[in-house]
């Protein structure tokens, strides 16, 4: 396995995952991802399809995200990993599928309509 590549999408973040074998290393951006992610909750995030197959310090993990927030942008990179991982082993599917990382959750901002205040509030009434 030289390195193998998948994409992760939440919101409108997209992470460009690069996998390959090593010893646990995780750049995102260029910078450690405990740089990046500086809250725990974050970098749980990250780390829990790694955790899922019992190979947190099996791989090195290279991140290249664009895009929506920071909480948007750790599950979309959570997302990329676990489809990477899905494609150097068929026998991690099933536990990564479990857990629902594997799933696009499809939720994004409604957009404002004209002759609303946002999405769906309307502007206020006035009687008189």
């Not at 995780?26 to 780390?47: A, E, H, M």
């Not at 955790?51 to 995200?65: H, L, S």
């Not at 990329?80 to 082993?89: D, K, P, T």
């Amino acid at each position: 396995m030289e390195r193998i590549n998948a994409l992760g999408r939440r919101k409108t973040a997209v992470a460009r995952v690069y996998l390959s074998v090593g010893s646990g290393n995780i750049q995102v951006n260029g910078k450690d991802y405990k740089t990046y992610f500086p809250s725990d909750i974050l970098q749980i995030i990250l780390k829990q399809p790694l955790a899922t197959i019992n190979a947190p310090e099996g791989y090195d993990v290279k991140v290249n995200v664009r895009g929506g927030g920071i909480t948007g942008q750790a599950e979309a990179t959570r997302m990329g990993i676990a489809r990477a991982l899905c494609e150097v082993s068929t026998d991690f599917r099933p536990a990564l599928k479990k857990e629902g990382f594997l799933t696009r959750d499809s939720r994004m901002v409604e957009r404002k309509k004209y002759g609303r205040a946002k999405a769906r509030r309307r502007f206020q009434f006035s009687k008189r």
